[in-house]
């Protein structure tokens, strides 16, 4: 255990505000998945952004968000978000944190049966004394028919549910994964 000359008021937000950024987390993958338009809005700031790394995704303003939504929800039938680790780290900005979360989804999209693996990359403020995403930046390990997972896993091309065969968001685009391959 490490020892903290933070003093134990400061120590106690801190567990709270972790505590109410994983709440917003799990709020998000209900919301979407209950297509509850007026609790997922309430997740995001008046400014807040949500987007994706392959650029399909890229609203700005909590207006905006909730029209891609919309559209989203307009070709998903029925879903399953679900997260898994959470990197929670608090700047030196009060009221701002940033997050990295790893999940996984179950879709049903234009007839099929979809499954993707996913990290949101997050930006959180408080807003009227609440957690919100001020960001959130969507990408890809796989996005594919659940019966072309097996073969699709390792292939570059693991974007499929667009119809097409695109390259995954990571994780051969990040620099450490290139430089252990031996690339630049």
Known sequence: MTESNEPLA?????LEDRCALEELIARYAL????????????LFTPDGAFRSRDGVMNARGRAAVLEQFRGRF????????????????FGERPG?????VTAHAEVWRNGRALIAALRYEDTYRRDEGHWC?????????????????????GDQLRMRAYGDRRPADFPESLPN????????
Do not use: M
């Open 96 to 100: 701002e944190a940033h997050g990295l």
């Open 74 to 89: 307009s070709a998903l039938g029925v879903s399953y978000h679900f997260s898994h680790d959470r990197i929670l780290t």
């Open 177 to 184: 994964w290139r430089l252990y391959h031996g690339g630049s």
């Open 133 to 153: 995403f001020a960001d959130r930046l969507l990408s890809f390990l796989y996005y594919l028919p659940v019966d072309e997972y097996a073969q699709a896993l």
């Open 31 to 42: 919301a979407v998945d209950d297509r509850d338009l007026a609790a997922l809005g309430a």
């Open 10 to 14: 400061a120590r106690v937000q801190r």
